[in-house]
Nanobody, 122 residues
Framework: QLQASGGGLVQAGGSLRLSCVAS????????IGWFRQAPGKEREVVSC????????TYADSVKGRFTASSDNAKKTVYLQMNGLKPEDTAVYYC?????????????????WGQGTLVTVSS
């Protein structure tokens, strides 16, 4: 089970930190992906983090602004979002993949949190 939180309303240029708390499994055995879905658009990958080796990937649109991290002891994955832009407005989801290797395909993720809404005003 995954529980995402931390969304909200922020002005352009602001920051938010999303959290994804896992229960029922060890983060070390999974990969966690952050995805987002804007109104009228398909879900897209934002960042993925491997539970086994800690490797992280980012979508080009967020590189240099977003930072993913994990605290295995707390079973929590974070997404620090700085320099937010109106185009970052979306519902953000975390997904868990029963394979610690990263994939950017949402089809590779079996478990999903409920999503948290991020709204960036201009």
């Amino acid at each position: 089970q995954l529980q995402a939180s931390g969304g909200g309303l922020v002005q352009a240029g602001g920051s938010l930190r999303l959290s994804c708390v896992a229960s029922g499994f060890r983060l070390e055995d999974y990969a966690i992906g952050w995805f987002r879905q804007a109104p009228g658009k398909e879900r897209e990958v934002v960042s993925c983090i491997s539970g086994s080796d800690g490797s992280i990937t980012y979508a080009d649109s967020v590189k240099g602004r977003f930072t993913a991290s994990s605290d295995n002891a707390k079973k929590t994955v974070y997404l620090q979002m700085n320099g937010l832009k109106p185009e970052d407005t979306a519902v953000y989801y975390c997904g868990a993949r029963t394979d610690p290797r990263i994939t950017s395909s949402e089809n590779g993720y079996k478990y999903w949190g409920q999503g948290t809404l991020v709204t960036v005003s201009s």
